[in-house]
């Protein structure tokens, strides 16, 4: 499976970004997708994750209402939404497909895979 995010940049706090994961090498449609993101020296965060038909959403609480996680099953694609930034969202983003089809909503790294290289996002305050 092969993961590609985009869609970051630099933007001053209060503003929007979004972002978006193009999926190939997997049945796009039977996995839940997550976003996570990272800073060195830090573990690896999550932020939000979506099912299957995109009926359900889960998001940390650093996020939730400002952030919105989306999905394109058609387009193998998932977005985030990214709104009100602050400066303590700046991380490199990534987006992972969890590693069993059918799954559950979960917020471990470890149950996703695929995370390629990811996207910056720098908030300036």
Request: with cysteine.
């Amino acid at each position: 499976v092969q993961l590609q995010a985009s869609g970051g940049g630099l933007v001053q706090a209060g503003g929007s970004l979004r972002l978006a994961c193009a999926v190939s090498g997997r049945t796009f449609p039977r996995y839940v997708m997550g976003w996570f993101r990272q800073v060195p020296g830090k573990e690896r965060e999550f932020v939000a994750a979506i099912s299957w038909r995109g009926g359900a959403t889960y998001y940390s609480d650093s996020v939730k209402g400002r952030f919105t996680i989306s999905r394109d099953n058609a387009k193998n694609t998932a977005t985030l939404q990214m709104n009100s930034l602050k400066s303590e969202d700046t991380a490199l983003y990534y987006c992972g497909i969890q590693r069993l089809a059918w799954g559950s909503l979960t917020k471990y790294p470890t149950d996703y895979e695929g995370w390629g290289q990811g996207t910056q996002v720098t908030v300036s305050s």
